[in-house]
């Protein structure tokens, strides 16, 4: 599906979107690597922090879902490994639908910062506080995790 | 199976390490895709080899795909009515093929390339558009005895 | 005790004075034989050695990252100034119902350190958070949390301080006030 990928490019390069800062494949010899640049949601923790994605393109795409993670930064947040940036969102998994395309899921992953989901999470420290509906200590510890990685 | 661990730098002990766990779903999930459902026997023998909360997961998605019948059957829209419009899968206009082959599924009307839905439809029973089943009576019919299986495993082995 | 007795126990340290010089002599060989042919057959080896001695000077030098949970206590230490230890890897976790350098109180913290405090409304929450912080110490007065520092917390910090009064705190941060 080399034209579908092709048509996505050539779609991304007037992509006008207020949180997706940049959407880039990292070669334009090569559209199976993306790299994209996204804006924290306004009155979320992630507010003034902007955060790396990298994407994958299966060769099975738009079939199979592409594989997205934050990188290269330690990611605080309930459905994404803080070491790995490896995300758990359900249509990156079982609920993907070749309808969705790359900007699709990106601005998904911008709505899952805003909406985190306790039920899978990946990073249970913050999961946990979810759960206990401890929300100022969900804030602050992201906040801090935040601030204390971009030193 | 050993060797299949040390290939994908996973670890077998999948229960205390959900990241690995992931990893081999999501390596099976795209071999699985690989396969065409001819393959039904390969399927099931990789499927004994996972551990019992994978094969649950994993006999659940073998069974999710349509029978190539289903797809075949599936009915074509006539070449004056198809719509200016873009298959949802390839993103291509219907139109600018010069010889289009284009299905409507039978429960919600939706249109796709026949091309685009017949592989999606060959793992999945849902359309891409509604997620709608897209076939609630009709079974998976697969005769096992057809599966070639000393070939196929030339190929993934 | 006989005189043969007597010779023969000085006959016996005797042999025991040789043998004792002969292993020393021995074993001084073999070290001085090592020492000479050391820097040509283990230097990777000593290299090896260099680079572990030099990692755990620096990991020594490194100051250990704290965490302090801020209860009563810490609290009611209003005067005490709090804000120098801000500037150091550290982070304090405000159990639910106490105050710490709250704005609300008048208190003026420089936001470029001001992340290191978090404020918690559940006792539960205030775990989950040293969990995810894992920093190498963790002082605590254990008497003053709720339910207590719970078993699993050893897990997470190499180093509990449950510290069991005032004066004890102050041994950890000294500053007069």
Redesign the interface.
């Known amino acids: 599906m080399e034209s579908r990928i092709l048509k996505e490019y050539k779609d991304s390069r007037s992509l006008q979107s207020q949180y997706i800062l940049a959407l880039d494949p990292i070669s334009t010899d090569d559209l199976t690597h993306w790299e994209c640049t996204i804006k924290g949601p306004l009155h979320s923790p992630f507010a003034n922090h902007t955060f790396k994605l990298r994407i994958d393109i299966p060769q099975t795409y738009p079939l199979t879902t592409p594989i997205c993670k934050f990188e290269p930064f330690a990611m605080p947040h309930p459905n994404v490994n803080f070491e790995t940036g490896e995300i758990c969102l359900d249509i990156l998994d079982t609920n993907w639908s070749p309808v969705f395309n790359i900007q699709y899921i990106v601005e998904a992953i911008v709505w899952l910062l805003n909406e985190p989901n306790f039920k899978s999470p990946l990073n249970l420290d913050l999961a946990n506080l979810l759960r206990f509906d401890d929300l100022k200590a969900y804030h602050d510890l992201i906040s801090y995790h935040l601030n204390n990685s971009a030193k | 199976m050993s060797s299949y661990h040390e290939e994908h730098n996973t670890s077998p002990h999948t229960q205390s390490n959900?990241?690995g766990r992931?990893e081999i779903r999501?390596e099976f999930?795209?071999l699985y895709?690989?396969l065409t459902p001819t393959d039904p026997t390969l399927i099931s023998l990789l499927a004994s080899l996972l551990p019992p909360e994978l094969q649950e997961e994993w006999g659940k998605k073998s069974n999710e795909g349509c029978s190539q019948a289903f797809i075949d059957s599936l009915p074509r829209v006539p070449k004056d009515k198809i719509p200016n419009d873009l298959c949802?899968?390839?993103?291509?206009n219907f139109r600018e093929d010069e010889y289009p082959l284009v299905i409507e599924l039978p429960h919600c009307s939706h249109k796709f390339d026949l091309q685009?839905i017949s592989?999606?439809l060959s793992?999945n029973s849902?359309c891409?558009?509604c997620?709608d089943k897209v076939n609630h009576n009709a079974k998976l019919d697969i005769d096992t005895t057809e599966a070639e299986l000393e070939e196929d495993w030339g190929m993934y082995g | 005790m006989t005189t043969d007795h007597r010779r023969l126990t000085r006959n016996g340290s005797l042999v025991r004075t040789v043998g004792t010089g002969v292993v020393l002599a021995i074993g001084a060989g073999i070290a001085c034989w090592y020492w000479w042919r050391g820097p040509n057959a283990s230097q990777e080896t000593n290299r090896l050695q260099q680079k572990e001695e030099e990692e755990h000077r620096k990991e020594r030098e490194k100051e250990p990252s704290r965490c302090v949970i801020v209860t009563k206590t810490l609290s009611e230490m209003k005067d005490f100034d709090w804000q120098k230890f801000l500037k150091d890897d550290i982070v304090f976790i405000v159990v639910p119902g106490e105050t710490f350098l709250d704005p609300s109180q008048g208190f003026e913290i420089d936001p470029k350190v001001g992340y290191k405090i978090i404020r918690c409304d559940t006792i539960l929450g205030v775990w989950s958070c040293v969990k995810s912080l894992k920093k190498d110490s963790l002082i605590v007065i254990g008497d003053e949390v709720e339910g207590g520092i719970p078993d699993d917390i050893s897990n997470f910090t190499k180093n509990i301080r449950d510290v069991k009064s005032k004066e004890e705190l102050l041994t950890i941060f000294p500053i007069p006030f």
Do not use: A, L
């Open positions: 959900p990241q992931r999501s999930r795209n895709e690989q949802s899968i390839c993103f291509e685009c592989v999606w793992s849902t891409p558009v997620r």
